[in-house]
C-alpha cells in the first residue's frame, strides 16, 4: 500500500472548502505532505512553513484552507476518522450477508490491520500534540465506532437493539482501544500477545452482553 491520503470531505476543520477540482487536489496534495512530514518528523514538525515546502505550495495558498498546525492536525484526523468508520461500515455489510464464528477475532484483525499501515494515524495519536478540538472529535468517533459494533451484532443476530446494548459496545469499544494503543506503541506491527489477550477479555464480555441482551423471539 502507498502513502494513506487523508479524506478532507464532510468534518475537516477547514478555513474555507475547496469548490474547483483544481483546489481540491491542491490540498489533497497539502495534507499527503503533512502526513509525509509527521510520519518522518513528528507532530511537532507540522508547521505552516514546514508542510508548504514539502508540499511545494506557497503559505498563503495552504494558509486559505489550514491556517495553522491545529487546523492542519485537525484535518488530518478527521481523514483518518473517516477511514476507520468507512471499513467499519463494511463490516456491517459484511456481518448482514455472512456468518461469523468469532467476530471479536475479525474486527481485531482486521483493525489491526489497519493501524499497521497508517503511520500517520499512529503518529498522531502517540505524539503529544492533539488539540482539544482533536480530542473532542475522537470521542465521537468512538461512538461512531460503537454504532458500528451495535449494527454488527443486530446483523448477525446476536442482540436486540436498546440502550442497554449501545452502552455495552462504547464501553467494548473504549476497552478495545486502549488495549489496540499498547499493543502499537510496544512494537510497530502491533505486539500479537497483547493482541490476543484483548481477544480473550473481549470474546467474555461479548458473550455476557449477548447473553443480557439476546434478541426477542
Do not use: N
Not at 179 to 190: K, T, Y
Amino acid at each position: 500500500m502507498g502513502e494513506p491520503t487523508a479524506d478532507i470531505s464532510g468534518a475537516a476543520p477547514l478555513r474555507r472548502t475547496p469548490q474547483q477540482a483544481r483546489s481540491k487536489a491542491r490540498l489533497a496534495r497539502v495534507l499527503e505532505a503533512a502526513e509525509r512530514v509527521l510520519v518522518g518528523e513528528g507532530v511537532e514538525a507540522l508547521t505552516t512553513t514546514r508542510v508548504a515546502a514539502e508540499a511545494k505550495v506557497s503559505v498563503g495558498s495552504l494558509y486559505q484552507y489550514l491556517p495553522d498546525r491545529d487546523a492542519i492536525i485537525d484535518a488530518l484526523a478527521a481523514g483518518y476518522f473517516a477511514k476507520l468508520e468507512a471499513a467499519m461500515d463494511g463490516f456491517v455489510e459484511a456481518a448482514a450477508a455472512q456468518e461469523w464464528d468469532d467476530p471479536v477475532g475479525v474486527l481485531v484483525d482486521a483493525f489491526a490491520g489497519i493501524y499497521r499501515t497508517e503511520h500517520g494515524f499512529r503518529a498522531l495519536w502517540f505524539g503529544s500534540g492533539l488539540t482539544e478540538r482533536t480530542r473532542a472529535a475522537d470521542r465521537e468517533h468512538k461512538r461512531r465506532m460503537a454504532d458500528g459494533i451495535r449494527r454488527v451484532l443486530i446483523a448477525l443476530g446476536v442482540a436486540r437493539d436498546d440502550e442497554a446494548l449501545a452502552r455495552a459496545c462504547h464501553a467494548s469499544v473504549l476497552a478495545a482501544d486502549a488495549l489496540s494503543q499498547e499493543a502499537f506503541r510496544r512494537d510497530a506491527e502491533g505486539d500479537a500477545e497483547l493482541l490476543d489477550e484483548a481477544k480473550v477479555m473481549l470474546r467474555g464480555y461479548l458473550a455476557a452482553v449477548t447473553a443480557r441482551y439476546q434478541p426477542l423471539r
